[in-house]
Antibody
Framework: QVQLQESGPGLVRPSETLSLTCIVS???????????WSWIRQPPGKGLEWIGS???????KYNPSLESRVTISADTSKNQFSLNLRSVTTADTAVYFC????????????WGQGTLVTVSS | QSGLTQPASVSGSPGQSITISCTGT?????????VSWYQRHPGKAAKVVIY???NRPSGVSDRFSGSKSGNTASLTISGLQAEDEADYYC??????????FGGGTKLTVL
């Protein structure tokens, strides 16, 4: 059973870069096709927002509203993928989730528990 | 891209049925049968309860069902149980090869 776990700092200063890592365990390799490896966030009191998805050997897809500040990349040797969000503001305060998306049905079928990142000076 | 529209809250008594709607556009919900529904209890990982509009993953109760008409998808939970109390979200794949989520619906079992 695949498991995903987010890790990274819980506090980021405004204008700095938010960096998170998602460790994938349980047998799935992120270097094999058939799955997208994704980041989603939920600001306090708001709904879910898709940030972007990575499909092995293909250019990642990003939410157009965040595309200028986001990079998602993979470290296949560690079976993990990462999120970098540059020039953060308080509006980027949210719970950040990583998730796996099946290519057949485009459904987020496994999620991490999420990690709260607060942007504050 | 705008988010999908869901009611902020719904409620029902044990044993009753409720339906949660998810309204999008012809570029997302109406474009493909790639609508999914997720259940999230506070502090826990989200769990998919419906995928591809009507399909239930293994292990999900058959009290959960999904449908779609035009640009609106729906999740119905029949025979409400206390354990169903959670937040529910819909998602859709889009013609821009991106994803969009709904704002979430808080289900209260009275």
């Amino acid at each position: 059973q695949v498991q995903l776990q987010e890790s990274g700092p819980g506090l980021v200063r405004p204008s700095e870069t938010l960096s998170l890592t998602c460790i994938v365990s349980g047998g799935d390799s992120i270097s094999i096709g058939s799955y997208y490896w994704s980041w989603i966030r939920q600001p306090p009191g708001k709904g879910l927002e898709w940030i972007g998805s990575l499909y092995y050997s293909v250019t990642p897809k990003y939410n157009p509203s965040l595309e200028s500040r986001v990079t998602i990349s993979a470290d296949t040797s560690k079976n993990q993928f990462s999120l970098n969000l540059r020039s953060v503001t308080t509006a980027d305060t949210a719970v950040y989730f990583c998730a796996r998306v099946g290519d057949w049905y485009k459904s987020f079928d496994h999620w991490g528990q999420g990690t709260l990142v607060t942007v504050s000076s | 891209q705008s988010g999908l529209t869901q009611p902020a809250s719904v409620s029902g008594s044990p044993g009753q049925s409720i339906t949660i709607s998810c309204t999008g556009t012809s570029s997302d919900v109406g474009a493909y049968n790639y609508v999914s529904w997720y259940q999230r209890h506070p502090g826990k990982a989200a769990k998919v309860v419906i995928y591809a509009v009507t399909n239930r993953p293994s292990g999900v109760s058959d009290r959960f069902s999904g449908s779609k008409s035009g640009n609106t998808a729906s999740l119905t939970i029949s025979g409400l149980q206390a354990e169903d109390e959670a937040d529910y979200y819909c998602s859709s794949y889009t013609t821009a090869t991106t994803w969009v989520f709904g704002g979430g619906t808080k289900l209260t079992v009275l």
